[in-house]
T-cell receptor, first 112, second 114 residues
Framework: GESVGLHLPTLSVQEGDNSIINCAYS??????FIWYKQESGKGPQFIID?????DKRQGQRVTVLLNKTVKHLSLQIAATQPGDSAVYFC???????????FGQGTRLTINP | ETGVTQTPRHLVMGMTNKKSLKCEQH?????MYWYKQSAKKPLELMFV???????ENNSVPSRFSPECPNSSHLFLHLHTLQPEDSALYLC?????????????FGPGTRLLVL
């Protein structure tokens, strides 16, 4: 069945370092993936997305990598800042579906 | 601000109470969603509305009753809830219903059922 999960529930990095958050998915039919960021007291906020016909997409300080062979998704955040401290979720969907399937979430803490 | 507001932000209710959660979006979207976020569990979709019509009910117990009077407003009526229903309830909206549409979330209502 479809499921999305995260390898690590927590991650701590030093401010200024790069961070990598990982996500595994099991539905080989999934063709669209999204990363969300949820800060304390707020709802999830869209960060970046990627379609299955791509293996890399870059945004401002963020890069998403997709490895369909091993069904793995990662979010790289460059030069982390205190404001990057949050819980990060990956989500997947298939074409035509009305819903997203969310992963467990990884809590990223940026240490000063 | 995401353009999606939710009230109340916090709610404590007994198992025999009736309460309602409200969501309003100011983005001109046509689809609205209710999600449940529990501790240590993935975000769970509850309901989807597209142009005021319910298009998805993710096997939600009948003690949760959604209402969508127009594309800008969404309610979740709560009745005889259980303690395990305590969670953060998130509302979201998107231009159209669909997994590929970017969803904008409200801040959520933190619900505690005693």
């Amino acid at each position: 069945g479809e499921s999305v999960g995260l390898h690590l529930p927590t991650l701590s990095v030093q401010e200024g370092d790069n961070s990598i958050i990982n996500c595994a998915y099991s539905n080989s039919a999934s063709d669209y993936f999204i990363w969300y960021k949820q800060e304390s007291g707020k709802g999830p906020q869209f960060i970046i997305d990627i379609r299955s016909n791509m293996d890399k997409r870059q945004g401002q300080r963020v890069t998403v990598l997709l490895n369909k062979t091993v069904k793995h998704l990662s979010l790289q955040i460059a030069a982390t800042q205190p404001g990057d401290s949050a819980v990060y979720f990956c989500a997947e969907t298939v074409q035509g579906a009305q819903k997203l399937v969310f992963g467990q979430g990884t809590r990223l803490t940026i240490n000063p | 601000e995401t353009g999606v507001t939710q009230t109340p932000r916090h709610l404590v209710m007994g198992m025999t109470n009736k309460k309602s959660l409200k969501c309003e979006q100011h983005l001109g979207h046509n689809a609205m969603y209710w999600y449940k976020q529990s501790a240590k569990k993935p975000l769970e979709l509850m309901f989807v509305y597209n142009f005021k019509e319910q298009t998805e009910n993710n096997s939600v117990p009948s003690r949760f009753s959604p209402e969508c009077p127009n594309s800008s407003h969404l309610f979740l009526h709560l009745h005889t809830l259980q303690p395990e229903d305590s969670a953060l309830y998130l509302c979201a909206s998107s231009s159209l219903a669909g997994g590929r549409e970017t969803q904008y979330f409200g801040p959520g209502t933190r619900l505690l059922v005693l």
